[in-house]
């Protein structure tokens, strides 16, 4: 007998979408891997199939990104910043093939450079100073240097790709700080 793991894995996107957007299954129903395969396969789904998605649909898979990602974090699989990295990622794929739409959270550049900038684990100016010697660093600095360029691939990628001068602006000191990061 399938368990709601197996029923949401075998829904279509749009049904899916619907049931995560419903907070079902419950955010405990779920094993911590199962919601890790729940984020997984709705995002790849979603991904695969968003030229086809109807716009009225948009804030339905919106609020489903939303809810298994925070299962996933109740669970303990996810952690806050992989939830922000997860996010960004999920946005600039769906950004690469449909138009940014500023009333839909998934599709909106501004919402995912703000989620960016609440989620940095370091400041610019003490990046700018430690990514030249991070080398030199102890491990826990080192990982904060890492976090950081892990969330900014994406976020600058949605940049490039919806090519807004404000974005970019907000972003072109970081820009430059990105080689040098570990």
């Excluded at 996107?13 to 396969?41: H, M």
């Amino acid at each position: 007998m399938p368990g709601a793991f197996d029923d949401a894995v075998r829904a279509d996107i749009g049904e899916l979408s619907a049931r995560l957007a419903r907070r079902t299954p419950d955010a405990a129903a779920l094993r911590p891997q199962e919601w890790l395969g729940v984020v997984q396969t709705h995002s790849a789904r979603l991904i695969a199939a968003c030229r086809d998605v109807p716009e009225d649909a948009w804030a339905t898979h919106s609020a489903a990104v939303a809810y298994a990602l925070e299962a996933a974090m109740e669970s303990g699989i996810v952690t806050p910043h992989e939830h922000a990295v997860r996010r960004l990622h999920l946005t600039a794929a769906l950004l690469r093939r449909v138009p940014a739409d500023p009333r839909v959270d998934l599709l909106d550049p501004d919402r995912a450079i703000g989620l960016l900038l609440r989620s940095l684990p370091v400041g610019l100016e003490r990046a700018r100073e430690r990514a030249p010697v991070w080398r030199t660093l102890d491990i826990a600095e080192i990982r904060l240097l890492r976090r950081a360029k892990n969330l900014l691939h994406p976020a600058l990628d949605i940049v490039a790709t919806v090519g807004r001068g404000d974005l970019d602006a907000r972003l072109a000191a970081w820009r430059d700080v990105l080689p040098r990061l570990p």
